[in-house]
């Protein structure tokens, strides 16, 4: 959230992209990813909700993401879980929420790189495909390296290093007992990316691994990437109990687009 913070303060809107807060966009009325005109002019997508399908609306995208801790993310997540549910006026309760999060941060990556990934190699350890999916990437930071990391980041970016914004939310002092057992894929991949990662300076200018650009080779799949951003919009909207909303308002607005190219059609006709 701090990256994000920095990249809203320090970019132009039309060059900036984030699905963290899917119902921020709604509210601002941002456009969603598949609404955009014209994608040439991002510089950085951002968010909890991207897929790998979007790469091929980029230009020479650079990967980078970050890891935390295992135990110490799963804790910061189930505060802010507690936190998001009490703000959205749902029940939530730790101990069944739990069980549902083994080794979430290598799901995460395996479901939003699902073919950098080999997510159906069942050949694979869940461990080994977040591994292959990461290794596309250029870098991988840490809470250690996280000031020097953001500033690489807005280097390549050709724009001055924004004062830092730290995710302050406040969040619940919540009790929370993790089993370690349930992170057993998490900690393999959070000790590997430390080796691959940890000592090797971010290079935005470092060309793409082979695995990225084979990837890139391939014939894009919309459908996969309309489903995908579908079903993480709907659950938000539901979440905060917009949905119908949220339906009646893009319909409007459609409804309003129809009649303007109709408008526009009758004049080029004339």
């Given at each position: 959230m701090s990256i994000l913070h920095m990249a809203h303060d320090a970019l132009p809107a039309h060059q900036f992209f984030q699905n963290t807060s899917i119902i921020k966009n709604w509210q601002d009325r941002r456009p969603e990813f598949l609404d955009?005109?014209?994608?040439?002019?991002?510089?950085?997508?951002?968010g909890h909700s991207v897929h790998e399908q979007m790469l091929y609306f980029l230009n020479n995208p650079i990967l980078f993401t970050g890891l935390r801790e295992p135990v110490q993310r799963l804790i910061s997540a189930a505060r802010y879980e507690a936190h998001l549910a009490e703000l959205q006026g749902r029940p939530f309760d730790v101990n069944e929420w739990l069980p549902s999060q083994r080794n979430p941060m290598t799901w995460f990556i395996i479901h939003r790189f699902p073919t950098l990934?080999?997510?159906?190699?069942?050949?694979?350890?869940?461990f080994e495909r977040a591994k292959r999916a990461l290794q596309a990437f250029h870098h991988v930071y840490f809470t250690d390296?996280?000031?020097?990391?953001?500033?690489?980041?807005?280097?390549?970016?050709?724009?001055?290093?924004?004062?830092?914004?730290?995710?302050?939310?406040?969040k619940p002092d919540l009790a929370v007992e993790i089993d370690a057992a349930n992170l057993q894929y998490d900690f393999e991949l959070y000790e590997w990316a430390r080796e691959e990662f940890g000592h090797r300076p971010f290079d935005p200018d470092r060309p793409a691994s082979d695995r990225l650009a084979?990837?890139?080779?391939?014939?894009?799949?919309?459908?996969?990437?309309?489903?995908?951003?579908?079903?993480?919009q709907a659950g938000e909207y539901s979440d905060w109990k917009v949905l119908d909303e949220v339906i009646e308002d893009r319909i409007a607005r459609a409804t309003r687009l129809l009649k303007e190219a109709e408008v526009y059609r009758r004049r080029r006709n004339l």
């Open positions: 955009i005109y014209d994608h040439s002019t991002l510089r950085f997508v951002w990934a080999e997510r159906d190699n069942a050949s694979l350890t869940p390296t996280f000031d020097e990391s953001v500033k690489t980041i807005f280097d390549a970016l050709g724009v001055e290093v924004p004062s830092m914004r730290s995710n302050v939310s406040p084979e990837f890139l080779s391939r014939s894009p799949q919309p459908s996969v990437l309309e489903n995908f951003l579908a079903n993480s």
